[in-house]
């Protein structure tokens, strides 16, 4: 097998958003909870609740009331006043709104998570078998795939949607950008959503993204026999030692999120099989020069 080649620069910490937050503070609350020996049913009833609502706290998919979360914390004898205060302020700043938040008329519900996700990881790795990654697409391919994905939508609901899609990429500009190492199918280079305009735009985009210092961008031929791990995968991971790797499966109308040690692991080695047998970044350059060249 190839050398596994390595993403350009350095991870740097993220400061962490809203969903994130979230995350964190339930990790923190299920130690607690834990280091307390509490069940789950015994810390529902002290808020008022079930178990199940004690779940979705700790995984960090619902924000915390204030009375709950002091209930709680009564609860894990968590007495002293300024330690108090520390989760309280983490939990006010975990129940504020992402930038996001301004596209909810256009955002599903299943894709807000990913959008914080990202927007707190330090590094983003990505294998896209049909499009190209969101965070790498011109504006011009992005309406082309949302009227194919949501036919039958009006111009400002399309226009709507790109519009939060680029707002998106400007993750990758800001200051503590996160690393991007993403691994695109050859399949999804050479489709022409848009006509053959569109791909030149996007291929030159591609080219001049691609030597930006935290994006690492390979391409894999159709001989890549790894590429047979079939469908789009996307792997998060995150500087705060709270925040466990994710793994997003994205669907056509839904998502998975696995953070299982062994679902990441399996995911990650696949990862890193792809990496090995695509185009190196230099590789990847000369072929999408060359297919600039083919489209005239």
Not at 39 to 53: C, L, M, N, P
Not at 235 to 264: C, G, M, N, Q, W
Request: aromatic share 8%; with cysteine.
């Amino acid at each position: 097998m190839p050398a596994l080649p390595q993403p350009i620069g350095e991870p740097t910490p993220q400061q962490a958003g809203p969903t994130a937050l979230r995350i964190v503070l339930g990790a923190k609350l299920r130690r607690l909870r834990q280091e307390r020996e509490i069940t789950r049913e015994d810390a529902g009833r002290a808020i008022r609740g079930s178990h199940a609502k004690i779940t979705r706290l700790e995984r960090g998919q619902v924000g915390s009331k204030q009375r709950d979360l002091a209930d709680l914390l009564t609860l894990y004898g968590v007495l002293d006043a300024e330690e108090r205060a520390g989760y309280f302020s983490l939990a006010e700043q975990a129940n504020s709104p992402g930038w996001w938040h301004q596209y909810s008329d256009v955002l599903e519900d299943w894709f807000e998570l990913h959008l914080g996700l990202e927007d707190a990881a330090s590094m983003i790795r990505s294998y896209e078998v049909q499009f190209l990654p969101g965070l790498l697409q011109t504006e011009a391919y992005a309406y082309a795939i949302s009227r194919l994905g949501y036919p039958g939508s009006s111009p400002r609901r399309l226009g709507r949607l790109v519009r939060l899609r680029m707002d998106r990429q400007q993750l990758l500009t800001r200051p503590d950008a996160p690393m991007l190492w993403a691994v695109v199918d050859e399949a999804a280079v050479r489709r022409p959503f848009g006509g053959s305009e569109v791909l030149r735009g996007q291929v030159e985009h591609l080219l001049r993204v691609a030597r930006q210092p935290n994006v690492t961008l390979q391409v894999a031929p159709f001989s890549v026999t790894a590429a047979a791990a079939g469908s789009s995968v996307t792997i998060l991971r995150f500087a705060d030692p709270d925040l466990p790797d994710k793994v997003y499966l994205e669907h056509l109308t839904s998502a998975v999120y696995l953070d299982k040690r062994t679902d990441v692991d399996q995911y990650t080695l696949i990862m890193d099989r792809l990496c090995a047998e695509a185009y190196q970044p230099e590789e990847t350059l000369d072929f999408l020069r060359d297919v600039l060249g083919e489209l005239g």
